[in-house]
């Protein structure tokens, strides 16, 4: 079972920055699992945290799935992108022993708006993923870090 939930409600349509948090409850007997994000034009995966191998594609590899997985991942737009409601898919292969593939998906909604509006409207935090941001960036270049990809850089105070 997948869920996610993100730090904010909004993300600014030029230069936004948000997290989004995975947590994977795999099925039994699974032996191994592939994360994929699939994301609306112009908003990018940055750095991803937590237990798992990076295949050079954007998947994260997820292995020893013998307990609930979380990913944190940052997401973020450069150049300017259309305002309005989009959905982000994370799609969910897993794998048992005898090689049987089980796949699941989950869509998040997010608004894109204006940076000028979105700083007005008070978007809705969750509490939770905003201090597992905090958290991890005191534990920046820390063992329990891996990154996918990304610019390097963790900014997890709240717009």
């Keep these: 079972m997948i869920t996610a939930r993100l730090a904010k409600s909004v993300l600014e349509n030029e230069e936004g920055l948000n997290h989004l948090l995975i947590q994977i409850r795999p099925p039994e007997k699974s032996d191994h699992a592939v994360v994929r994000l699939v994301m609306p034009e112009g908003i990018q995966a940055g750095e991803a945290y ?77 509490d939770e993923v905003v201090n597992k941001v905090k958290a991890l960036a ?11 990809a990304g610019n390097g850089f963790l900014d997890c105070t709240p717009e």
């Design 50 to 126: 937590g237990e798992f191998e990076a295949d050079g594609s954007g998947d994260m590899l997820l292995h020893s799935l013998d307990s609930m997985h979380e990913l944190l991942v940052e997401i973020y737009t450069g150049e300017a992108i259309l305002c309005g409601q989009v959905n982000l898919c994370i799609v969910v292969k897993y794998t048992d022993l005898q090689g049987n593939i089980e796949s699941e998906q989950l869509a998040v909604q997010l608004m894109i708006a204006e940076a000028d509006s979105a700083e007005t409207e008070e978007p809705e935090l969750d």
């Design 138 to 148: 005191g534990l920046a270049g820390g063992a329990a870090h891996k990154v996918s």
